[in-house]
């Protein structure tokens, strides 16, 4: 009988510049990759075709189910980068039977967007969003890399290649 095998994410901890924010998340969006792209219109091609050029911008969101001081005070620094971690346990399941677990983890450099409105309800948890402009993401899974792109340094590395080697080469940075 030809099995299943499901890998499952569930829950996650926030980590805001090392610190440990434990049930205080209640989501995180991370970052979006999506190349920019650029039409070409050859004049002797059948047709125009999109060519990658770059990275398109990156943001993220947390949305925190508590009030803290210090992640306050991060959220209205505009000047200051913040180091974002994001840990996760991924499980793998085999014919309904969980067969192993593996850490996911998303390291995340980012300058916050906003100070954000404190929504209060009645006998709730508020709801605080913060957002941030992203510099650099890396994610890995069981330890290995998945991709590292750091837009200050000029990387983007997936699966171990340096995409942009020859570019930062011809560039002389």
Do not use: C
């Amino acid at each position: 009988m030809a099995g299943t095998t499901i890998q499952t994410l569930y829950n996650a901890n926030v980590y805001l510049n090392g610190v440990s924010y434990a049930g205080q998340a209640e989501e995180v969006t991370l970052p979006n990759l999506k190349p920019k792209m650029a039409e070409h219109k050859p004049l002797s091609g059948l047709g125009a075709i999109d060519l990658t050029t770059g990275l398109d911008k990156m943001t993220m969101k947390i949305k925190w189910n508590s009030v803290d001081v210090d992640v306050m005070k991060q959220a209205a620094n505009f000047y200051s980068s913040s180091d974002i971690m994001i840990r996760a346990n991924s499980d793998t399941w085999e014919n309904g039977s969980k067969s192993g677990s593996v850490p996911v983890v998303a390291i995340i450099r980012g300058l916050s967007m906003n100070l954000p409105a404190i929504v209060l309800k009645h006998q709730d948890n508020p709801d605080i969003e913060t957002e941030f402009n992203v510099t650099g993401y890396k994610l890995l899974i069981d330890g290995e890399l998945v991709f590292d792109v750091d837009l200050f340094a000029q990387v983007y590395i997936v699966d171990g290649v340096d995409l942009l080697a020859d570019y930062r080469s011809n560039l002389g940075i």
